[in-house]
């Protein structure tokens, strides 16, 4: 048996000053590097899940309801699918990128990254990349003509996963890992979702609530949702 510590989406564009912040992501992003610095020993792997969209649909909205759908974020091969600067990956041994061509919420949706292709980027946080290659242009405009040239022109096979890449589920199960300890953004979204359904999938799961942030000003209901569901929180 072993045991994987999972890092949730703990991306710039899910901290201050990204395309999607999360309120406290940024100083989280640190807390976590403290923690697996000092806590690294106690766990045989370490992962890291990101948000990795090529063309989400309709997961993507121009005027988004905040629920089910969402301004662009965590564009591949942009700043914003970066993890934050301040999560030292030194320990991070796999990353899994979910949500390439639809709406992705659980770690277990992701699959694994080459390791030679960790994602990195110089764009801004949110912006859309042309034919996978950094213009250095704005394109945040308000116009829609050019939006959807930029959406026509991205050369999605430059940043989708492999055809034999494979997902957490099968990885974790590869590596004998039996517990599973959560962290990371955010709380009542992507976390949750993880753990969900690293439950439903046969495993220990722990959830470190203070290792998290959520979205809601409240996060009692997620909480108590995943508790219903089996997993520990901490």
Not at 9 to 35: H, K, M, T
Not at 54 to 76: Q, R, Y
Not at 196 to 206: E, F, I, R
Request: net charge negative; aromatic share 8%; charged share 25%.
């Amino acid at each position: 048996m072993s045991r994987a510590l999972i890092i949730v989406d703990v991306q710039n564009d899910f901290c201050e000053g990204g395309a999607l912040p999360v309120v406290g992501g940024a100083n989280l992003a640190g807390e976590i590097s403290e923690y697996v610095d000092a806590h690294h020993g106690q766990f045989d792997h370490v992962l890291a899940t990101q948000d990795w969209h090529i063309d989400p649909g309709a997961h993507f909205a121009e005027e988004p309801d905040f629920v089910d759908s969402w301004p662009p974020h965590c564009v591949a091969g942009t700043r914003g699918a970066e993890l934050h600067p301040d999560l030292d990956p030194e320990h991070i041994q796999a990353y899994f990128r979910k949500g390439q061509f639809a709406a992705a919420y659980s770690g277990f949706e992701g699959l694994l990254a080459p390791e030679d292709d960790v994602p990195t980027g110089d764009r801004k946080p949110g912006a859309m990349p042309v034919s996978g290659t950094d213009t250095g242009t704005d394109t945040d405009s308000d116009s829609d003509s050019d939006s959807d040239e930029a959406s026509s022109l991205f050369a999605a096979s430059d940043f989708a996963a492999g055809e034999d890449a494979i997902g957490l589920d099968d990885w974790l199960q590869s590596h004998d890992v039996e517990d599973i300890v959560v962290v990371g953004i955010a709380t009542d979204y992507c976390v949750k979702a993880t753990a969900l359904d690293a439950v439903q999938a046969g495993y220990s799961v722990t959830v470190l609530r203070g290792l998290t942030v959520g979205i809601a000003e409240d996060l009692d209901d997620a909480v108590a949702e995943m508790e219903l569901g089996g997993v520990d929180v901490l």
